[in-house]
């Protein structure tokens, strides 16, 4: 257990639809970073908070959008889905906002869209 | 695009054997860490190396740095079915953003 726990592990839905992924980072860890990977986009960055602030934006679709709450724990939204948004989307967490830090990643959400 | 590119793509050896994957980067970095992936599983920090330094041990890893050329290496030695995984590189410091950047990452196979 990396101590970023990511909500739900998998998820089936159809095109068009909304869901909501959810992390809770590591006890103490300030920034939340998302991620998606797919077999041929590899790991792309999406977006990073830190205490509540979005810090850094990746390619992230305007039908994404993500938060990070008082309590720390971060959303990710995603509507209008489509076939290709299906992928494993990964939560990481890390003490402070510089990367030299490294991440601690959860282990991620399995999202299927059909 | 990604900053970094792992080569090979693919690596297959046998247990005992020594592992060498490599890493090319773009632009200038101040660290480069590697991370290594179980199928499905979410990523689990290595080691990381600093842009002033051009060697780092941790157990049977071993990353070389050379900003020169922009790249690194992350050997294993004595490899283990254990350590079969795909390992990736990440670069920060990219067009100055605070993030890490992802190669495509190497799948290592470890044949008993």
């Known amino acids: 257990d990396s101590g970023v726990t990511q909500t739900p592990k998998h998820l089936i839905t159809a095109t068009g639809q909304r869901v909501t992924l959810r992390c809770s980072p590591r006890?103490?860890?300030?920034?939340v970073y998302w991620y998606q990977q797919s077999l041929d986009q590899g790991l792309q960055f999406l977006i990073q908070?830190?205490?509540?602030?979005?810090?850094a934006k990746g390619n992230i679709l305007e039908r994404f959008s993500a938060q990070q709450f008082p309590d720390l724990h971060s959303e990710l939204n995603l509507s209008s889905l489509e076939l290709g948004d299906s992928a494993l989307y990964f939560c990481?967490?890390?003490?402070?906002?510089?990367?030299?830090?490294?991440?601690?990643f959860g282990s991620g959400t399995r999202l299927t869209v059909v | 695009s990604q900053q970094g590119e792992e080569d090979p793509q693919a690596l297959s050896i046998q247990e005992g054997e020594n592992a060498t994957m490599n890493c090319s980067y773009k632009?200038?970095?101040?660290?480069l860490q590697w991370y290594r992936q179980n199928s499905g599983r979410g990523l689990v920090h290595l080691i990381l190396?600093?842009?002033?330094?051009r060697e780092k041990h941790s157990g049977r890893l071993r990353v070389t740095l050379d900003t020169s050329k922009k790249s690194s290496s992350l050997l294993i030695t004595a490899s283990r079915a254990a350590d079969t995984a795909s390992y990736f590189c990440?670069?920060?410091?990219?067009?100055?953003?605070?993030?890490?950047?992802f190669g495509q990452g190497t799948r290592l196979t470890i044949n008993p």
């Open positions: 990481a967490s890390s003490l402070h906002w510089d990367p030299a830090y490294g991440y601690t």
């Open positions: 006890s103490g860890d300030l920034s």
């Open positions: 908070y830190y205490n509540g602030e979005e810090r």
């Open positions: 632009t200038s970095i101040n660290n």
């Open positions: 190396i600093r842009s002033n330094e």
């Open positions: 990440a670069t920060d410091g990219w067009g100055g953003a605070q993030k890490l950047v």
